[in-house]
């Protein structure tokens, strides 16, 4: 080795591939090991915790293999270990386990509730008390409504479907002022709604519930908007909805 950094470039590629990559020369394999080991129950620690369900779905075994898997195939754009599991995801998104063809899905909905915990993103300017029909509804950016194609609240060792449901699972990832993350299953107009709201472009809430109402072929809108009403205050009761766009000046 000619130089420092090519033996850090070597040492590197055999702690992270050892089968395909030697280590440096004139450095015992035992010494190696300890590097191997070391980086090896790092990874092991700062990811099975973020993903307990796949872990134990997996097994020891299998899990081991993944994390290999994943250290020798995988590049990461960050050097952060709070956005590790965001490599983790878009590393299972591009290699599909054929025989769980839902582990991506599992892993983003496992990761969603330590990223919303971390999540540092301020609320929007709003008015409070707003009128959610006639003024802007704003979405918190501590609601995460989530859509998947696998029945993630259900996926573990005794649910391994090898099918998709006809119909999506819908769910919503809330923070509270506490800091804990709730979890709740989304009817499709909700869903839909929630994501309305999310793109803010301006329409009142009246306007948004009508598109909704005509989208589910709803025959009396009046009766609609009086079933949405309470719904509408509950969402900003849970902060689901942080009130309304603030008036023009």
Excluded: K
């Amino acid at each position: 080795m000619s130089t420092l950094h090519d033996q850090l470039h070597v040492l590197a590629a055999h702690v992270r591939d050892p089968a395909t990559h030697p280590g440096p020369p004139g450095i015992e394999d035992r010494r190696l090991a300890v590097y191997r080991e070391l980086v090896a129950s790092n990874l092991d620690g700062l990811l099975a915790g973020t993903f307990p369900v796949i872990r134990r779905t997996l097994g020891d075994v299998e899990w081991q293999a993944l994390l290999r898997r994943f250290l020798a195939g995988h590049r990461s754009e960050t050097p952060l270990f709070t956005r590790l599991g965001l490599e983790f995801i878009a590393f299972l998104e591009a290699a599909e386990d054929p025989a769980r063809p839902w582990l991506a899905e599992l892993a983003h909905y496992e990761w969603a509730e330590l990223g919303l915990q971390l999540s540092d993103a301020a609320l929007p300017a709003h008015d409070p008390d707003g009128d959610l029909l006639d003024g802007v509804p704003l979405l918190s950016p501590l609601a995460w409504p989530l859509a998947y194609r696998w029945p993630v609240h259900r996926l573990g060792p005794d649910c391994q479907p090898t099918e998709p449901p006809p119909a999506p699972t819908l769910v919503l990832l809330r923070r509270d002022r506490g800091g804990r993350v709730h979890f709740s299953i989304l009817s499709p107009l909700l869903y839909r709604l929630l994501a309305l709201a999310g793109a803010n472009d301006g329409r009142s809430g009246r306007a948004l519930l009508r598109q909704l109402a005509e989208e589910a072929s709803h025959p009396d809108f009046d009766a609609f908007l009086g079933e949405a009403r309470p719904m509408l205050q509950r969402l900003r009761a849970e902060g689901v909805l942080v009130g309304t766009a603030p008036a023009a000046c």
